[in-house]
């Protein structure tokens, strides 16, 4: 097992010990963003772009993530047909002894974008969700991450085209292109 798999199931379990409700967000090498909902401890969703559930097990168990943060709150959707949480943690690569130190890196608590970040992306996200753009946005309210939002709001898009149209009049606006 990779010392960054090892360290993501070691958080895992930790938080399903807890019994922890939220969300579990990791960026993977190919910088996709991957999600693991929580609920009470319990593993309910496994997103990575347009994968989920089972192919996301498989997916992540061969590529460990670069960095993993978790974010206590609701749980957007619960998938139904997972493995047992048990499972899916042996899967990801079993239940080994103390982590090694390797690239993942758990995110310390951070300040909140600011509201005009957060607006530029309202704005943007309502050229592709319409209205429903201000609710999105306002889901993710306490979001400490540019990329990390940008990576959850692309998750309501339809297509590869549309999250990298979206991302680029986000980033063009930003840095000052409009």
Do not use: W, Y
């Amino acid at each position: 097992m990779s010392a960054g798999n090892q360290a993501l199931v070691e958080a895992l379990q930790k938080l399903c010990a807890e019994g922890a409700t939220g969300t579990l967000f990791l960026t993977l090498p190919d910088r996709r963003q991957a999600r693991i909902g929580l609920l009470r401890g319990r593993m309910v969703h496994l997103t990575l772009f347009t994968l989920r559930g089972e192919l996301v097990i498989r997916a992540l168990a061969n590529r460990p993530p670069l960095s993993f943060s978790f974010h206590p709150g609701n749980v957007s959707e619960e998938q139904g047909e997972l493995p047992d949480t048990a499972v899916i943690l042996q899967r990801l690569g079993g239940s080994g002894g103390g982590a090694e130190p390797g690239p993942v890196q758990v995110e310390a608590s951070a300040p909140a974008l600011p509201e005009s970040v957060m607006r530029v992306v309202t704005q943007e996200l309502a050229h592709f969700v319409g209205p429903m753009a201000s609710i999105l946005v306002a889901e993710q309210a306490g979001a400490t991450s540019l990329e990390r939002l940008l990576a959850k709001l692309s998750l309501d898009l339809d297509n590869r085209d549309e999250i990298e149209a979206f991302r680029h009049k986000v980033l063009d606006r930003l840095k000052g292109g409009h």
